[in-house]
């Protein structure tokens, strides 16, 4: 039995049945593995269906990928804006130098994601070490969220506020699109017929 004392009062709890504690390390688990996907859903753009989804053809998805996907990403979000080779090129520059240093990022998630899934095929998941390794993945998360918003700002400052405002309302079209094709998705996907078992 273990006790607890709080404001002068001491109250008494059983002690969990195992199987209710292995539950509650799972889901932590499975929640830092969410935080952890959602590290690449935010630095690579590959969020929704498709590999375009989520913010693909947002700011973020322009700053992942081999050198060609970065200047193609940056043609498609400067398409229509009017942009100046001079601004092409910087933007370019930009997104170049925050994808390679966001090369690093992303091995470093995967690496992160592979201990995760070891800790959990563990015949006795380690509590301690499921939480060491959650703040390691909210550190990760923390450093490839300011790699592209340091980046988002420098773009910000090359593009005038008539252009940013364009790419905005353009992003936020494109994010409505991918939303209604998910939920589009998940609606075929309940109404199939599950296999026979």
Known sequence: MTKFNTANTTTTA?????RRSLKGLALGLVLGLAAAAAVPVLAHGHGGPGHHGGMGMGMPGAFMGSPERVE???????KDLNATDAQRAQVKQIALSAAN???????????????AMALFAQPTVDANAVEALRQQQMAHADQVSRRVSQAMIEVSRVLTPEQRLQLAERMKQHAERWKQHGEQAREKAAQSPKPQQ
């Open 101 to 115: 240093d966001l090369k690093g990022q992303r091995e470093a998630g995967r690496a992160l994601r592979q201990q």
């Open 72 to 78: 193609r990403m940056v043609d498609r979000l400067l």
């Open 14 to 18: 059983a002690p969990a049945p195992a």
